[in-house]
């Protein structure tokens, strides 16, 4: 049963939103990390700036274009594209802070998904969605951006790869926010909180294990072959069966049971002597022969069974 939060329809921008600091902070934070790739790949002034924009708003611009409230965070924010602007300047005038920290981009990176998704997740649960677009749009804000800034550089992006957790991340992240504020009754800083530390502690905990994210397994091998099994299993129980319906009338009423021999490819060269192992026959058929009626009592007419009985 859908809560009573989400099952109407329209905004209710007072439910649960979270503070605007948070989302400023979300901003600050995903353009940081477009500016450390940037850094990374030695690009201009303008490369700075879009990855900047891309990481600190591509996210939430995925998520607004499905939304379709006309409530496009970019647009609407009178603070969200001079953030990113004066970040990425800043990355590109100083860029010896950044490179000082060698694992600071990694950091940023999963900071900035865990505060998209509560970001993410909040907006949803405000425009009253079903728990399904809840978790779909806390995870877009989420990965978005950092799919769309590997896009624009020409790789394939990250939650695309076999890797350590990253889109994994953000679904459990989406999730958590999503029963603490529906489910616990909890405030929307905390939530926003605890889902940003489950977000960072499933990646760390993937980092340190070598956890990766499954690639693609090939059942198809293993389930024909199951068929197949099942198939001739059922084939040779059918023919059992045959065999048994036969001998019940083999030597009633006149019927005779005639076993016609198909030539065995193991006797076809092979010399029998009285050291030979018991062998097999191959039957190709049993014809019944009524000598009283020209009609088989129970509808039972010559008719072609392979098996292999032993002598």
Avoid at 60 to 71: A, E, P, S, W
Avoid at 132 to 140: I, K, Q, R
Avoid at 220 to 243: C, F, M, W
Wanted: proline share 5%; with cysteine.
């Amino acid at each position: 049963m859908i809560p009573e939060l989400i099952s109407a329809s329209g905004p209710d921008v007072t439910a649960v939103a979270i503070p605007a600091w948070l989302d400023a902070s979300a901003v600050a934070v995903g353009s940081v990390s477009g500016i450390l790739v940037a850094t990374e790949r030695k690009l201009d002034l303008v490369g700075f700036i879009v990855l900047a924009m891309l990481g600190g708003l591509g996210g939430g611009l995925i998520r607004d274009l499905i939304i379709q409230h006309n409530d496009v965070y970019m647009v609407n924010s009178p603070y969200a594209i001079p953030m990113t602007v004066l970040v990425g300047c800043g990355g590109f005038l100083f860029p010896s802070l950044l490179t000082r920290f060698p694992h600071l981009i990694e950091w940023v990176d999963i900071i900035s998904v865990g505060l998209f998704v509560a970001a993410g997740s909040d907006k949803a649960i405000v425009y009253r969605m079903n728990p399904w677009a809840v978790v779909l749009m806390g995870t877009v804000t989420g990965v978005g951006g950092g799919m769309l800034r590997d896009i624009f550089l020409g790789n394939t992006p990250r939650i695309f790869q076999r890797s350590n957790f990253y889109a994994i991340c953000a679904v459990a992240g989406a999730i958590t926010f999503y029963m603490l504020i529906i489910h616990a009754n909890v405030t929307g800083e905390w939530a926003t909180a605890i889902s940003v530390a489950v977000v960072i502690l499933m990646r760390r905990l993937s980092l340190h294990f070598n956890i990766l994210s499954p690639a693609n397994v090939d059942l198809a091998p293993v389930v024909t072959k199951k068929v197949r099994v099942i198939y001739h299993l059922a084939q040779e129980d059918g023919k059992e069966n045959s065999r048994r319906i036969l001998r019940k009338f083999e030597g009633r009423g006149g019927y005779q049971i005639t076993y016609v021999e198909q030539p065995s490819p193991d006797n076809t060269h092979h010399k029998s002597s009285a050291t030979d192992a018991p062998r097999t026959r191959v039957i190709d058929r049993i014809e019944i022969e009524d000598n009283d009626s020209p009609e088989v009592p129970g509808g039972i007419s010559s008719q072609d069974i392979s098996g292999k009985p032993q002598e």
